[in-house]
């Protein structure tokens, strides 16, 4: 039981190139997510997934785009690849448990992939 | 909106003994789940400890307590008999409605032989 894999781990790209970010788990978890990690900072969410093929933005959604094609992955694709994006990736996937009329889903997170933008 | 604040972004704290890492959250959501997290040097983010808005008693895994005052809006995380390895980022998040988790700023603890 692997959990939430990230691949790569490292990638450095230059202004312009294009790549894309694989997230997998193994958990069978319906929901997945992908957040950004800034110096000095919590984490913000990018795009996120509450089931196979169905996507939708979170707080900072610019200049990525997501897939999810099969439930247990989840990818992530920037397109143009700009300075900015030079961050910490994280994916984290989880099901959703309702107690008492509280949201109760813990989320798992991957190692994380840092990403350097030139 | 979510908020998450951290107002401490350091702390040290000697071996074995007890520490108390802030958090305060606003939301106008009812209901909410509040989570730590812990990341250490080595990047990757551990859960701790979930606290949900309707639980009356706060809740406790192993060294970690949360200490939750409702009415203050505040979940602070308490860890006992602290050890070297609880030296880490520390952070506190909330997750309510949506199904983004909103993180604060987070807590570096300094564990101190």
């Known amino acids: 039981n692997a959990g939430v894999t990230q691949t790569p781990k490292f990638r450095v790209l230059k202004t312009g190139q294009s790549m894309t970010l694989l997230c997998a788990q193994d958990?069978?978890?319906?929901?997945m997510y992908w957040y950004r990690q800034d110096p000095g900072m919590g984490l913000r969410l990018i795009h996120y997934?509450?089931?196979?093929?169905?996507?939708a933005k979170g707080e900072v959604p610019d200049g990525y785009n997501v897939s999810r094609l099969k439930k247990q992955n989840f990818l992530l694709g920037l397109e143009s690849a700009a300075p900015s994006q030079t961050s910490v990736y994280f994916c984290?996937?989880?099901?959703?448990?309702?107690?008492?009329?509280?949201?109760?889903?813990?989320?798992?997170f991957g190692p994380g992939t840092r990403l350097t933008v030139l | 909106a979510q908020k998450i604040t951290q107002t401490q972004p350091g702390m040290f704290v000697q071996e074995k003994e007890a520490v108390t890492l802030d958090c305060t959250y606003d939301?106008?959501?009812?209901?909410?789940?509040l989570f730590w997290y812990k990341q250490p040097s080595s990047g990757e983010m551990i859960f701790l400890i979930y606290?949900?808005?309707?639980?009356?008693q706060n809740a406790t895994e192993g060294r970690y307590s949360l200490n939750f005052q409702k009415a203050r809006k505040s979940a602070n995380l308490v860890i006992s008999a602290s050890q070297l390895g609880d030296s880490a980022m520390y952070f506190c998040?909330?997750?309510?409605?949506?199904?983004?988790?909103?993180f604060g700023k987070g807590t570096k603890l300094s564990v101190i032989p």
């Open positions: 998040a909330m997750r309510g409605r949506s199904y983004q988790l909103t």
């Open positions: 984290a996937s989880s099901y959703e448990i309702r107690t008492s009329g509280t949201y109760t889903d813990t989320q798992y």
């Open positions: 958990m069978n978890h319906e929901y």
């Open positions: 997934s509450v089931g196979e093929g169905t996507t």
């Open positions: 606290q949900g808005s309707y639980d009356q």
């Open positions: 939301t106008s959501d009812p209901s909410y789940g």
